[in-house]
């Protein structure tokens, strides 16, 4: 019984001694790739009824060490079958070993995805790669897609009915507004009424800005101008009751030589022109 107990502990020991060489042993990067490149494909599912969503994946592996994988390519044709959407495409690396996943979703619509009897074997074109050595040149690889099955949906037997035999409601859904057509043409009316209003209203405020503008042109002549200007130069600085006057002294000129005579020297006589004397070379003017 001891011997036994001492075998069994003996054979634990060098498992445990084992495990932890291995789980500490240096990692050598991983096996080098059967092949500087390799193409793979496949269909999930590899048969599908006709409008069924089928993922078209393509698989390429590549020797990182003898290819510049940045530079990696490929082609991801699937016509007959519709593309629903961008591929999906995922890189890992493990070791020296790329491996790219480019994965198509995809759909029959065409009627080169169905047969006049049983089901359709599609065929694609073959899935191609390439990427340049490091050494130079350029690597190919392709690889042939599997079959594809595609069946139709109906068979000779369900057209042979009469009626057709639908699986689903055919009529048509029941029509939904945001805003019922009646109350969008009562709204529109309403819009509209309020649309040539506004119109009128602008046009009439057009007009009595017009109207008013013309009636505030200033219809004096130049002397009745010049004498109104005195009259508001009376309570200013004198200032501008030397240029008031002197302005009436040059248009009387013309008219009247003394008067004139009378303004010019009181626009530039000393002391400065008081406010009474430009009032009564005013009512003088006025009276004459």
Do not use: N
Not at 28 to 45: H, I, K
Not at 124 to 143: I, S, V, W, Y
Not at 269 to 277: H, I, L, M, T
Request: charged share 25%.
């Amino acid at each position: 019984m001891t011997r036994v107990l001492l075998v069994a502990a003996a054979v634990a020991a060098a498992a445990v001694a084992a495990v932890l060489l291995l789980g500490r042993a240096p990692d050598v990067g991983g096996a080098a790739p059967e092949a500087p490149l390799t193409v793979r494909t496949s269909f999930d599912p590899p048969i599908a009824l006709f409008g069924d969503r089928v993922v078209a994946t393509i698989v390429v592996l590549a020797d990182t060490h003898v290819l510049d994988t940045s530079k990696l390519r490929w082609s991801d044709d699937v016509a007959p079958l519709a593309r629903l959407g961008s591929p999906q495409v995922s890189r890992t690396t493990q070791g020296r070993l790329l491996t790219v996943s480019i994965a198509v979703p995809t759909v029959c619509l065409d009627e080169q995805c169905l047969a006049d009897k049983g089901p359709m074997l599609l065929r694609l074109p073959a899935a191609r790669a390439e990427a340049p050595r490091r050494g130079g040149g350029t690597e190919h690889a392709k690889a042939a897609w599997p079959v594809l099955e595609l069946r139709g949906r109906v068979d000779a037997s369900d057209l042979a009915k009469s009626p057709l035999p639908f699986r689903s409601d055919t009529s048509a859904p029941a029509v939904t507004y945001r805003i019922a057509p009646g109350t969008l043409a009562v709204l529109l009316d309403v819009l509209a009424v309020l649309l040539v209003v506004a119109g009128i209203a602008l046009a009439t405020s057009q007009v009595v800005s017009r109207t008013r503008r013309r009636r505030a042109v200033d219809r004096r002549t130049d002397l009745e101008r010049a004498l109104a200007l005195v009259r508001e130069a009376q309570s200013r600085t004198p200032r501008d009751r030397r240029l008031a006057v002197g302005l009436l002294a040059r248009l009387l000129r013309p008219r009247d030589a003394a008067l004139a005579g009378t303004a010019g020297d009181l626009a530039w006589s000393e002391p400065q022109p008081a406010a009474d004397a430009v009032a009564e070379l005013a009512d003088k003017v006025e009276q004459a």
